[in-house]
């Protein structure tokens, strides 16, 4: 900075001047500088990108400008590369950030490759810091951390680096809340950016977290030696090691989420979700929250920040339909935020058609282009896949799909998947199969010839869990049931294999909203033994179902997706499984 000096008198003048020549004032001479100019930052959000290496044959639901809504196809890492290029392009200052679930329950083209592509692709895109989501998990810690550090380790059944010497991620997994044995956390918690010189430099801190809940929904041996703990707590211990680290903005990663009214992404009407109490219980100093895990999109103003004024909470979707433009402004005399705003772009990429309708391009939106590097990268991958991907399976009789597509009900899709459970399980001893209709994650679209292929079976489980046949007592059958439609956690109506029936009322205590349970139209007796096949992941007590832990004589099977493949595959067109075989009573 550049002072003003005063001119010296001639030696006639009066003392107190020549005082005032002996040296410059610095109160007067910062009073003559000029004050540095807001500093403006772009921020570019994705999460649950889930692997999707192509257009997912999805769309964005959108104003139509009319009063309605239009849907909008959308994604593709190619045309994902683009839409953020363009908002950087908007913003000379600028960080490209995911609030987690960037890998697993991914494409086929990923996951056969560990998702090692998914990784190539956010290093082309310019990412920078990653919260650890929960399916960052589902291959294990260790393997997480190669992702993050490179390597050929082989920690799962699959063999990494086929294609490529995997080299790791360039951008930064964050866990604040997730702690090793030792009582360090498994990545970094914070991280710092930087932007401009001299006084009108500023500095972002970023603290990324997954959900404290991570432990219900991956399978407890993947986390062994890993503890997850209160997320606002995390945050808020974070918020003073930044500042003492100079951040004039705090940002929080977060991979927890809500939902909101459908219809427009940069909305927040009547949102609901497990992140509000997080958010309800942040001490001042948080400016934006970048949210996920509910594969919803929302743009809020929740809450107080540190300014006083509200949190700016924001979440881009899933698959990679959306990204979050976000501008802060942040003051570099004051060190604080004085203006923040944010958008969903919509990621309009190649129209499709499928059994459930046409998504054409529209004009209401812009279009990208796949961004070349992005597409010849993604490409080889591909290509490498595409026998195994396009190999016929079977034929079905229609489509098969959930009632919502993140609802707690299985439909005739979790019908299918339990009667596949059932059919493998059964030399076993099988007589019950359960699906758990999260474990759901795409619906099974059929040609129009009926034909099912391979890729359509793992999108619809990409997990590879594989199935565990056990013995219950009825009345361990009929607790875990009653598990998924407690209060505690997430409701979720287990999708059970032909033959099992039962009825459920929501307004009786939880524990007891179990109505009826029948076997091929016989009471489930409580003392009677029964041999149930279920995912190795619900077998040690995931999404809650702590029940199945309880079960005896316990016979592994083969892996989920290929039971599925051959049940569609045993029939010469295999019949979809509409009848309702969980009833909701006294709604």
């Avoid at 991956?218 to 930044?242: M, W």
């Avoid at 940069?266 to 997080?278: A, E, H, R, V």
């Avoid at 001490?283 to 743009?299: A, E, K, R």
């Avoid at 099988?430 to 795409?442: L, Y």
């Amino acid at each position: 900075m550049t002072f003003k000096t005063l001119r010296c008198a001639p030696a006639l003048a009066a003392l107190s001047l020549l005082a005032a020549c002996a040296a410059p004032r610095p109160t007067h001479q910062a009073a003559l500088a000029p004050a540095p100019a807001p500093v403006e930052v772009g921020i570019i959000a994705i999460n649950d990108f889930h692997g999707a290496l192509e257009p997912p044959k999805a769309a964005v639901l959108a104003p139509d400008h009319k009063d309605g809504t239009i849907p909008v196809p959308a994604g593709g890492a190619a045309w994902l590369a683009s839409a953020v290029d363009a908002v950087k392009a908007e913003h000379p200052y600028h960080v490209v950030v995911a609030a987690g679930d960037l890998t697993s329950a991914s494409q086929l083209a990923s996951s056969l490759y560990l998702d090692e592509p998914t990784v190539g692709v956010m290093n082309r895109i310019g990412l920078e810091f990653n919260a650890v989501g929960n399916h960052e998990f589902d291959r294990g810690w260790k393997e997480l951390q190669r992702l993050q550090n490179g390597g050929c380790e082989k920690n799962t059944r699959l063999e990494p680096c086929r294609l490529e010497q995997f080299q790791g991620a360039t951008y930064k997994y964050l866990s604040a809340s997730t702690y090793k044995a030792d009582g360090t956390t498994l990545f970094p918690a914070t991280g710092l950016k930087t932007f401009g010189t001299g006084a009108g430099k500023v500095t972002i801190g970023f603290i990324g977290l997954s959900l404290k809940e991570v432990p219900l929904l991956v399978s407890p041996d993947q986390l062994r030696g890993l503890t997850f703990s209160d997320e606002a707590e995390a945050i808020n211990k974070a918020i003073p090691t930044l500042k003492a680290e100079g951040a004039d903005a705090v940002v929080v990663l977060i991979h927890q989420g809500g939902k909101t009214a459908e219809g427009d992404p940069n909305s927040c009407n009547d949102l609901t979700g497990d992140i509000k109490p997080i958010l309800d219980r942040l001490n001042p100093g948080v400016d934006l929250v970048v949210s996920g895990h509910t594969h919803w999109q929302y743009v809020c103003h929740y809450g107080q920040s540190g300014d006083g004024t509200p949190i700016l909470l924001t979440s881009a979707g899933v698959y990679g339909k959306l990204v979050t433009d976000i501008t802060l402004k942040i003051d570099p005399a004051r060190h604080r935020v004085i203006a923040k705003l944010a958008r969903n772009v919509i990621v309009q990429s190649a129209p499709y058609t499928s059994g459930r309708g046409d998504a054409p391009n529209t004009p209401l939106y812009p279009t990208f282009r796949p961004r070349t590097d992005v597409a010849e990268y993604v490409g080889s991958y591909i290509k490498d896949a595409t026998a195994m991907i396009a190999r016929s399976v079977g034929r079905l009789s229609g489509t098969a799909a959930k009632p919502a597509s993140d609802g707690p009900v299985g439909g005739a899709l979790g019908n299918l998947i339990a009667d596949s459970e059932l059919a493998a399980g059964r030399e076993a001893g099988a007589q019950i199969a359960f699906m758990n209709p999260f474990g759901i994650r795409a619906p099974l679209d059929p040609a129009p010839d009926g034909t099912v292929t391979f890729g359509q079976i793992y999108a619809v489980e990409p997990f590879n869990n594989t199935l565990v046949t056990m013995t219950m007592t009825g009345a361990q059958v009929r607790a875990a049931i009653e598990e998924g439609l407690d209060d505690q956690g997430t409701m979720q109506v287990l999708s059970p294999s032909i033959g099992l029936k039962f009825s459920y009322d929501m307004r009786r205590p939880s524990g007891s909203r179990l109505v009826s349970l029948t076997l091929n139209d016989k009471p489930v007796e409580p003392a009677a033994n029964y041999r149930v096949t279920v995912l190795n992941f619900l077998a040690e007590g995931g999404d809650g179902f702590s029940t199945f832990r309880q079960g005896t004589d316990l016979t592994r099977g083969m892996v989920d997706n290929e039971a599925l493949q051959q049940w569609i595959g045993a029939a010469p067109v295999r019949q979809v499984p509409l009848e309702d075989r969980t009833v909701q009573v006294g709604r």
